[in-house]
């Protein structure tokens, strides 16, 4: 830990150990601040499907110095491939590894979530105190401090406390005005698991799309698993509402919704109740008007949720992580200002990444009939004939991100790097 010369040393408490909390956590602690980590499971919670990394996301790794990590446990994603019922692939979209343009529907920098954390969590626990089995389930602040209460029924002391506590987030609550609905919906659910790897299950995604408005997918990121995807049009009080249901109503709920499917979907509803989790949600987008209020702050998906769909999520959470802690460390003696500042520099890029997710494209991607099913593919396969995805990613001059820059960090004296290198960034 390396502290500026002069600078105040902040007592911060983090809500989250996911991948938002760690990266704060990172550049907090290494300007000199008191960084605490709580996360209500009861260890790092190291699990989860595959998770991309585009644009600004890739140069944040970078400037942590943590891209060579990364890039020592990608996972072997070589395309996209559209296939029929019979499991034919009518199209195939590669990945851009020109290093040059935009990431196609598969990135350069494609790698499990526990895998991110986990490199995350290496980088910070010599400096970062983490409690795990832990939560935040109230606070209260002035215009000194902030008082968090934990689930255990002890209380503590802080200069700031940020909820980076995910898409169901409970701090937010807490900071945007009582009855307001942050989410912005696309009618759309997803539910995901693993199976075991089989002969067939190769380095191309299988998309396969089902009448009815439902897509399966299928990716293998190990020798020994694969992920199953199943992803549907829906826009019922029932749909919207299973997702706090116990695993076993989920599983039923997925089943019921996809058994006719064709396909792999016998093997698939089959690996449900031996996956190591099973996960469903809605997707949505976290669209809140303020990200602060007082001494508390919001971060990651808990203050900008993109959606899977944006292929940013994962990016805009370091991406936001990394604009939070330079701002406070620019003004640790003004929070008020640094907080105002977070949010001004930062709103354009989630602006420019929730914009990019547009429900009617989402359900062109998802047709409700075989003919417009057919029709999809072989327009999908003539683009890729004539390389029109390959040449579009090359010949692009910006990622999903557009050309928002990322700002320079302050430097800790000391720490060995300078404000807005990007320490092993691709060139």
């Known amino acids: 830990m390396a502290k500026r010369s002069g600078a105040r040393s902040l007592r911060v408490l983090v809500a989250g150990g996911g991948v938002a909390g760690q990266a704060l956590a ?68 590669m990945a851009n590894t020109s290093g040059r343009g935009r990431q196609t529907l598969t990135s350069e920098y494609e790698i499990m979530r526990g895998d991110l954390v986990r490199i995350l969590h290496d980088a910070t626990k010599d400096d970062t105190e983490y409690v795990f089995g832990k939560s935040v389930d109230g606070f209260e602040q002035d215009e000194h401090k902030v008082v968090a209460h934990f689930s255990d029924e002890s209380s503590g002391e802080f200069d700031l406390l940020a909820g980076a506590d995910g898409q169901g987030s409970r701090i937010r609550r807490a900071v945007l005005p009582k009855g307001f609905d942050p989410y912005w919906r696309t ?25 009815g408005g439902r897509q399966i997918m299928r990716r293998s990121h190990n020798p020994a698993e694969t992920q199953v995807y199943f992803v549907m049009r829906e826009e019922s009080e ?7 249901a116990p695993v076993e109503r989920l599983q039923e709920f997925w089943a019921d919704r996809f058994r006719d499917a064709g396909w792999q979907t016998e093997r698939f509803i089959a690996g449900m109740r031996a996956s190591p989790f099973f996960y469903s949600q809605e997707i949505v987008q976290v669209r809140a008007g303020t990200w602060s209020q007082g001494r508390v702050v919001l971060a990651g998906d808990a203050a900008h949720c993109a959606s899977p769909y944006s292929g940013m999520g994962i ?4 991406v936001g992580a990394y604009v939070l802690a330079g701002e406070i460390n620019r003004h640790p003696d003004d929070l008020p200002t640094a907080l105002a500042h977070y949010d001004r520099v930062l709103r354009p890029f989630v602006n420019a990444i929730q914009g990019g997710v547009n429900p009617r494209l989402l359900r062109l991607g998802m047709p409700m009939t075989r003919r417009a099913i057919d029709a999809f593919q072989t327009a999908t396969a003539l683009a890729c004939f004539l390389r029109v995805p390959d040449l579009a990613a090359r010949l692009s001059k910006e990622d999903r991100g557009g050309d928002w820059r990322l700002p320079a960090q302050p430097a800790p004296v000391g720490a060995g790097w300078a404000p807005g290198g990007c320490g092993g960034c691709p060139a």
């Not at 029932?238 to 706090?244: L, N, Q, T």
Request: positive net charge; hydrophobic residues 45%.
């Open 187 to 211: 009618g759309i659910h997803m539910a995901y698991w693993f199976v075991p790897r089989i002969a067939s299950d190769s380095n191309i995604r299988d998309t396969c799309m089902v009448p």
């Open 238 to 244: 029932e749909a919207s509402a299973i997702h706090r």
């Open 26 to 93: 990172f550049w907090l602690t290494r300007a000199g601040h008191r960084v605490t980590v709580v996360e209500r499971f009861p260890a790092l919670r190291a699990a989860g499907a595959q998770v991309d990394l585009r644009g600004q996301g890739i140069e944040a790794v970078g400037r942590m110095g943590l891209l060579d990590a990364v890039r020592g446990k990608l996972v072997d994603e070589a395309g996209v491939a559209f296939i029929d019922a019979r499991g034919k692939a009518r199209a195939t979209i």
């Open 315 to 318: 990016s805009g959470g370091l």
